[in-house]
Structures are given as C-alpha cells and as structure tokens.
C-alpha cells in the first residue's frame, strides 16, 4: 500500500487557471506538509498541519491555499496560476510527539504554468 | 527562521572512492538532522539521521558526524558505487519537526 500519495501526478494548465492537488496518507501520522520544489531542486516548506490545525504557514502569496479535512489529508488549492508557480510540490507526513520524526514525501506533483 | 548551507552542491568521484557532503545550520535549538537521497523523478527518501544528542551514526557505508558547537554536520559515503548517483539533502529540524532544507548536492559517481 501507498504510504503518502498525491494526485495527479501531472498538471498542465494555463495562467489565470486554478487547479488542486490532492495528498492522503495511511501512515497514522498527525502532521503534514506541502513543499516545493523549484528547477533548481531547492525543497521549500510551504504550509504545514497538525490534527487539522495549521502550524507552519510560510511566505506564501494567499493564491496558494492548504485544506486540511482530516489528519489522514491534505489539499492544496493554487489560483490564477502564475508561470512562477511551476514546480515539483511535494506533500509530507510524519509523526509530532514532542520530538521531530522522519518525514515521508509522497511522490510529487509536476505542475507546468503555460 | 533556521537555515541551513550545504556544500558542496555538486561532487563527481570515482567508484570505490568516498564522498563528503557538509552542512551548516544557524538555530542552536535545532535537534535533529536527517539526510535525504532523491534520485530522479523520485522522491526525497530518508538515508540516515541523527539527534543532537548524539555525535556520529553510521549505518554500513554512510555516516553522519554532527558537531553540536560549531553547527556542523557531515554525510560521509564510503566504497561508493554508481547507484549512489543522486542528490542529497541535508535538513535541521526543530522541535516542532518544522524541517529546513539544504540546497542539495548532485553526486556522481562514475563507473
């Protein structure tokens, strides 16, 4: 079984446009992320959930938007789409016990702004 | 906000030899330093980590050394093969696992 997922797994659409990405884990973890990942391969944390609750939320033009509806899933919603946007976005999970665990990426979502 | 530097960001050696990736972090209140392997059009996957209350980790052909003082820490590979070709990320991560990543090093190993 699939430990994080993400779907779909590429996204091509025009500016302007807006478009979601989906992730679920089955992992049991309580917290999650998105980062992306740029041409030059810099992975940056964009947004992350605890339980629902969110907990990072990083320099992120309010286009781009997470969702949360259980701990098990994380939804990034992006509007009107800019070229800039395109990128790898990874969504992750782990556990938060007090103390920071392993993060598991899923595989990643190749998204391409035309 | 932590940030970490890695060095170098590409390294090419010979099969058999070892490679070293270093980085740096900023926040003393980091304490835990997970290494990533992404080969391509794959995922981050998680290779060794260390807490900060320990000083080296080894795990068959890579280690990790962390020095808590000077904000270092070190990914050694040793006996390298080429399916070692990748790239790797160095990470420091707070209490609340609020993960900051290296830049990346693009290794190369040749055959």
């Known amino acids: 079984d699939t430990a994080v997922s993400q779907t779909p797994k590429y996204l091509v659409t025009q500016m302007g446009n807006d478009k979601s990405i989906k992730c679920e884990q089955n992992l049991g973890h309580d917290t999650m992320y998105w980062y992306k990942q740029d041409s030059k391969k810099f992975l940056k944390i964009m947004f992350s959930y605890n339980n629902k609750e969110l907990i990072i939320n990083e320099t992120v033009p309010n286009r781009f938007s997470p969702k949360s509806p259980d701990k098990a899933h994380l939804n990034l919603h992006i509007n009107s789409l800019e070229l800039g946007d395109s990128a790898v976005y990874f969504c992750a999970s782990s556990f938060r016990q007090g103390v920071p665990y392993e993060q598991y990426f899923g595989p990643g979502t190749r998204l391409t702004v035309t | 906000g932590e940030n970490v530097e890695q060095h170098p960001s590409t390294l090419s050696v010979q099969e058999g030899d070892s490679a070293v990736i270093k980085c740096t972090y900023s926040?003393?209140?980091?304490?835990?330093f997970p290494w990533y392997k992404q080969e391509l059009g794959k995922r981050p996957q998680l290779i060794i980590d260390?807490?900060?209350?320990?000083g080296e980790k080894k795990d068959q052909r890579i280690a990790v050394t962390l020095n808590k003082t000077a904000k270092h820490f070190s990914l050694h590979i040793t006996e390298t093969q080429p399916e070692d070709s990748a790239v790797y990320f160095c990470?420091?991560?707070?209490?609340?696992?609020?993960?900051?990543f290296g830049a990346g090093t693009r290794l190369t190993v040749k055959p």
């Open positions: 260390i807490r900060s209350n320990v």
């Open positions: 926040d003393s209140a980091s304490n835990y």
């Open positions: 990470a420091a991560s707070l209490k609340n696992n609020d993960m900051r």
